[in-house]
């Protein structure tokens, strides 16, 4: 099991930038495949970036790509979420949550860190 706290949000102008960090603890967090998710009141949640066990290999939501990056660093199990340019409608709690490779689901979630993106 891998506990997952994150840190980072805030309230940031259109255009601007954040930087989300979750810090893992619990045993083995290499071989979890971690991924952000994000939840905006009246929606449902939404999947925002995923990164595999070793960082090879990273997938973005469309709404996203170009603008937001996944990275993982082992040695100090973290995973951040660099969101640059960001827009209004990246308003919304975000949440990292870890799962095993091979399992289809995420099984280990963080409390969210609240993210708000002024006009």
């Known amino acids: 099991q891998v506990q997952l706290v994150e840190t980072g949000g805030g309230l940031v102008q259109a255009g601007g930038s954040l930087r989300l960090s979750c810090a893992a603890s619990?045993?083995?967090?290499?071989?979890?495949?971690l991924a952000w998710f994000r939840h905006a009141p009246g929606k449902e949640r939404e999947f925002v970036a995923l990164i595999s066990r070793d960082g090879g290999d990273t997938a973005y939501a469309d709404s996203v790509k170009g603008r937001f990056t996944i990275s993982r660093d082992n040695a100090k199990n973290t995973v951040s979420l660099q969101m640059n340019s960001l827009k209004p409608e990246d308003t919304a709690v975000y949440y990292c949550?870890?799962?095993?490779?091979?399992?289809?689901?995420?099984?280990?979630w963080g409390q969210g860190t609240q993210v708000t993106v002024s006009s």
């Open positions: 949550a870890a799962r095993e490779s091979m399992s289809a689901v995420y099984n280990y």
């Open positions: 619990g045993r083995a967090f290499s071989r979890y495949s």
